[in-house]
């Protein structure tokens, strides 16, 4: 039997006016193949083999001669390798996959093609495909594999859940056809693609490609109350209508007025601008919008949505109506309190209701669930956190969540908008009393000293998922066949390299900084948002407020990008640090690696000492007390007596290491999970029971003393933000190789004073040779495993330093030489 026709697999508009259609083989006539552009058969000027740029883009190769074969890694949008600094290899089936990264055969390097910067490596087609079909990928020279983009129409998944590229030898150059129409098309129609000649079936339909996302505006948007006027401006670029329905009462929605907003007529006739101005200040008043457009397929349009403005600065709940608010009143944050250097912050985690919930403080029952309840606490002369000497609080998602009742708990990584307060923590949610009090809130801790950040979630959202019923494929990253990305485990990723997605981020970020004066932020999930992403981010928020704080999350389900933020102004959460320290107090980690997380995780995970978060527990999983305790079930309430003592050796570790310190609330006193792993709705298990603080009242003074040396006078030897000498630390190991002593400043490249920290893990004595050189001078103890020593005490029980330490099991102590 003859082969069967070629027949359409894949198709992307590439511009306004231009297209590709994959075919499932090359396409074998010497003519080109006579496209049919629909519906309507709409007239084609040009159909020609697609340009390799383009091919290149799609693919990740393409034929440069009819032997010739070309691996090609564009530079352009969302690309997080720089070309100056990276080494990048082409790795697959061909070359042995690892074998060929560092290997200059395989090495691609920069070039142009069609006018574009790309990385590129050429190469006869022989080479890569002797044995057929070949699977390949892009890794850099340090062992980062560069993922696969969600609609790569080559993408394959291997038996082990890998994604990689594929090199067909039947899809080699002719099987890549570029059209371009005689117009401009309409984003808001759907157009279809078919071959003639073609056996029956339906038109293919045509998808958008890489320009759709960059599509964008810098005009204002939302709602902006002028004189005299409000102003709406929403991007929509695939929208068919938009209407605008407003109302003055809460009440009255079912009688909301409806408006029809105008698509704005920009050179091009696509920057997706929809506008409409009203008469009269409707400060308060309440809002939100529908959206018609193309209602087939999994970007399809629904009309019957209330869709939450992206850009509304506060709403009545999850779902909105969002709540019209003028700039006038929403003000701007006081900007006296300065945040403090990098090096220098102590910070806690937590969760605005965790907090206040137990705190003995008087609050009404409606206060406690939120911002004003907080600020009370916060007031307090006994506030925890201020007891416990952290100038830094990092604040779980205070930006609106799907949280549906006030009394709903959640920890709120489940947003809905970014620009409005948590509605449930708000007194009176109807009259946007959020703004108010989140303001008073930030204002309080700055008057305590203690800067804020903010736990932002932008790599998802949650339910109703407005933005996706603005715009699906623009705002959401999509596989080749329309299915969402879901490397958040929440069902839908951002496509956070859109042009217009990218903006919301950054807008809803200045407007934390602006409005409520957040010191900084905590990007969860930050590997979704790309590397390129997060430079820009850092660029757009450092002009505003350049001493801004920024951390990441730097993984997701996809991968881990701490390596590659390096050589960007991110800090990041330290996994390795937070596993490390579990085993090690518990005797199963060795004293080599400690060493590395003292000197703050340089070389691969930090080129400077402060882009390292150390930390040991946070709201994920269980709580430390849990992973650590000797009890059965994994149940903390209880503590033991070595319990404790692992807990201590870990407080001193964290403030003895290099980088920034992050402790979870309630850590300080034993706090306890009862071995639950996952508590995002579990209020009663997260709140702080502030009972447990006067049990284990040793413990809370014992982390504080240690925070207060860490921020104190000695401590400046830890706070380092760019990296110490070579020499700075001399380090003696023992016991088992378990066991480890280190001498900070040992070279005294930074002043004459020096400290002695010294541990054992193991629940055995040991004694630690420190050599006679070593205990010569005026070492002054400062603490034990116990507690610390205030200047002038001479308890008998103090450890000298001596050319033999006698450390007891599960202790530590700590020496000042001055």
């Not at 699977?135 to 129409?153: C, H, M, Q």
Request: aromatic share 12%; hydrophobic share 40%; proline share 7%.
């Amino acid at each position: 039997m003859p082969d069967p026709a070629p027949h359409i697999v894949f198709s992307r508009l590439i511009s306004l006016s231009s297209g590709v259609v994959e075919l499932d083989r090359n396409w074998p006539e010497r003519s080109a193949p006579r496209l049919i552009l629909g519906p309507g058969a709409l007239p084609l000027a040009v159909v020609e083999p697609a340009p390799p740029i383009i091919t290149g883009r799609f693919y990740g190769y393409c034929l440069i001669g009819p032997a010739e074969l070309a691996f090609v890694l564009s530079l352009g949008r969302a690309c997080d390798i720089d070309p100056l600094k990276d080494r990048v290899f082409v790795a697959g089936d061909f070359n042995g996959w690892q074998e060929a990264v560092g290997q200059v055969e395989w090495e691609m390097v920069p070039g142009e093609l069609g006018g574009e910067r790309v990385l590129i490596w050429r190469g006869p087609l022989s080479q890569v495909l002797g044995k057929g079909p070949a699977r390949f990928k892009f890794v850099t020279g340090e062992n980062l594999w560069l993922r696969v983009p969600n609609d790569a129409p080559n993408a394959v998944t291997s038996e082990d859940g890998n994604i990689n590229r594929l090199v067909d030898p039947a899809r080699t150059g002719r099987h890549l056809w570029r059209f371009i129409s005689a117009q401009p098309l309409d984003l808001a129609q759907p157009f279809t693609i078919s071959l003639a000649g073609a056996p029956a079936g339906p038109p293919f339909p045509i998808g958008l490609g890489f320009f759709f996302q960059d599509l964008e505006t810098d005009l204002p948007l939302g709602a902006r109350v002028e004189a005299g006027r409000t102003e709406f401006r929403l991007f929509a670029p695939r929208a068919l209508t938009v209407t605008l329905h407003l109302c003055e009462d809460l009440g009255d929605q079912n009688q909301a007025s409806a408006a029809a907003l105008v698509r704005r007529a920009d050179a091009e006739g696509a920057k997706g601008i929809w506008e409409l101005t009203v008469e009269g200040e409707r400060h308060g008043w309440y809002y939100w919008y529908t959206l018609d457009g193309v209602e087939s397929g999994p970007d399809g349009f629904h009309s019957d949505w209330r869709v939450l403005d992206p850009y509304a600065c506060a709403a009545v709940g999850p779902a909105g109506p969002g709540i019209i608010l003028s700039r006038q009143w929403l003000g701007r944050a006081d900007r006296q309190f300065r945040t403090p250097a990098w090096q220098d912050l102590v910070i806690a985690e937590a969760h605005v209701r965790d907090l206040t919930a137990r705190a003995p403080v008087r609050a009404g029952p409606a206060e406690r669930l939120g911002f004003t309840g907080l600020r009370h606490w916060v007031e307090s002369p006994e506030f925890y956190l201020h007891a416990l000497g952290v100038n830094c609080v990092e604040l779980q998602p205070i930006q609106q969540s799907d949280t549906v009742a006030p009394e709903t708990y959640g920890w709120g990584y489940m947003t809905t908008n970014f620009f409005s307060p948590e509605a449930s923590y708000s007194l009176a949610p109807a009259t946007a009393s959020g703004v108010r009090e989140l303001q008073d809130l930030v204002a309080a801790f700055h008057r305590r000293g203690i800067a804020v950040l903010a736990d932002v979630v932008f790599n998802h959202v949650g339910m109703p998922a407005h933005l996706m019923a603005i715009d699906r494929f623009y705002y959401f990253e999509e596989d080749h066949e329309g299915r969402l990305s879901n490397w958040s485990g929440v069902g839908n990723d951002l496509r956070a390299d859109a042009g217009m997605a990218k903006r919301l981020i950054i807008d809803a970020c200045i407007h934390l900084i602006e409005v409520y004066g957040f010191d900084g932020f905590r990007f969860d999930l930050a590997e979704l948002l790309g590397v390129d992403v997060l430079r820009d981010i850092e660029r757009a928020l450092k002009r505003v407020k350049p001493d801004v704080v920024l951390i990441a999350e730097p993984w997701s389900f996809r991968g881990h990008i701490a390596g590659a933020l390096r050589d960007t102004g991110w800090a990041s959460w330290n996994d390795g640090y937070r596993d490390f320290v579990r085993e090690y107090v518990l005797g199963r980690g060795g004293a080599d690696r400690l060493e590395y997380f003292l000197r703050g995780s340089p070389w691969y995970f930090a080129k400077w000492p402060a882009q390292t978060v150390n930390y040991t527990q946070s709201h994920d999983d269980r709580a430390w007390l849990d992973t650590i305790t000797e009890n059965p079930g994994q149940d903390g309430s209880v503590p033991t007596a070595n319990d404790q003592r692992r807990t201590r050796l870990m407080a001193a570790i964290l403030c003895m290491s290099l980088g920034i310190p992050m402790f979870a609330s309630g850590q300080d006193f034993l706090g306890t999970k009862q071995g639950v792993n996952n508590t995002y709705l579990r209020g009663d298990l997260n709140a702080l029971d502030y009972r447990r603080l006067r049990r284990f009242l040793g413990t809370h003074v014992y982390f504080a003393d240690w925070i207060r040396f860490r921020r104190g006078h000695h401590g400046r030897l830890l706070r380092q933000f760019a990296r110490p000498s070579e020499n700075f630390f001399t380090f003696i190991r023992g016991g088992e190789g378990k066991a480890l002593t280190v001498v900070v400043n040992a070279d005294r490249s930074q002043g004459s004073d020096r400290l002695l920290f010294a541990l054992n893990p193991l629940v055995d004595d040991i004694v630690l040779p420190l050599g006679a050189e070593l205990a010569t001078g005026p070492w002054r103890q400062w603490a034990d495993q116990e507690r610390f020593y205030p200047p002038g005490d001479d308890v008998g029980s103090r450890w000298p330093v001596e050319a033999e330490l006698f450390l007891p099991g599960l202790s530590c102590g700590l020496w000042v030489q001055e």
